[in-house]
T-cell receptor, first 112, second 113 residues
Framework: QKEVEQDPGPLSVPEGAIVSLNCTYS??????FMWYRQYSRKGPELLMY????GNKEDGRFTAQVDKSSKYISLFIRDSQPSDSATYLC????????????FGQGTRLTINP | DADVTQTPRNRITKTGKRIMLECSQT?????MYWYRQDPGLGLRLIYY???????NKGEISDGYSVSRQAQAKFSLSLESAIPNQTALYFC????????????FGPGTRLLVL
């Protein structure tokens, strides 16, 4: 079993829809949770991060972590065609030299 | 100019050939990483380096080697390329502490025939 599981999609929704992207993880030591966005033929870029449980909002994007169920979510409101990309969740622990563990990535298309 | 650069951007090679992928960064970060990305498998860590004298294997290091020539340069070598090493390769850097945001290069698309 992978430490971080993410449905690879693809996911296709109409413009303006609310998008929900999700990951589950298995290691309770993970404390930092991130979402990276990767446009076609580009490297991933950090979109948002949260520390421990809770919500974090940035414009149309909301990241949510539920440590009790080991569930990570990214919500996109009023989705735009420019949001079309692959979204990767990632997580790491807090102790010492920790590496990021990535999910498989979900390919999202927003249709005009 | 981009903070993390990779050369070449595309490469076609034959089975058994030795090839090197190069990565340079201007962010001043000590930590550098090499990943490969395959459809449905996400990003998998090949090697990482926390400073010039520190090299560590990732989850899929077999068939690969690395060299950290300087703080700013980290190279990945395929000693004898095989077709299942066909993938998209990314270099990344990160700062110390906290979130340790990773900054990725544009990637190298490698095809092994």
């Amino acid at each position: 079993q992978k430490e971080v599981e993410q449905d690879p999609g693809p996911l296709s929704v109409p413009e303006g829809a609310i998008v929900s992207l999700n990951c589950t993880y298995s290691n309770s030591a993970f404390q930092y949770f991130m979402w990276y966005r990767q446009y076609s033929r580009k490297g991933p870029e950090l979109l948002m991060y949260t520390y421990s449980s809770g919500n974090k909002e940035d414009g149309r994007f909301t990241a949510q972590v539920d440590k009790s169920s080991k569930y990570i979510s990214l919500f996109i409101r009023d989705s735009q065609p420019s949001d079309s990309a692959t979204y990767l969740c990632a997580t790491r622990g807090i102790q010492g030299a920790q590496k990021l563990v990535f999910g498989q990535g979900t390919r999202l298309t927003i249709n005009p | 100019d981009a903070d993390v650069t990779q050369t070449p951007r595309n490469r076609i090679t034959k089975t058994g050939k030795r090839i090197m992928l190069e990565c340079s960064q201007t962010k001043g970060h000590d930590r550098m990483y090499w990943y490969r990305q395959d459809p449905g498998l996400g990003l998998r860590l090949i090697y990482y380096s926390f400073d010039v004298k520190d090299i560590n294997k990732g989850e899929i290091s077999d068939g690969y080697s690395v060299s950290r020539q300087a703080q700013a340069k980290f190279s990945l070598s395929l000693e004898s390329a095989i077709p299942n090493q066909t993938a998209l390769y990314f270099c990344a850097t990160s700062d110390l502490g906290g979130v340790e945001t990773q900054y990725f290069g544009p990637g190298t698309r490698l095809l092994v025939l």
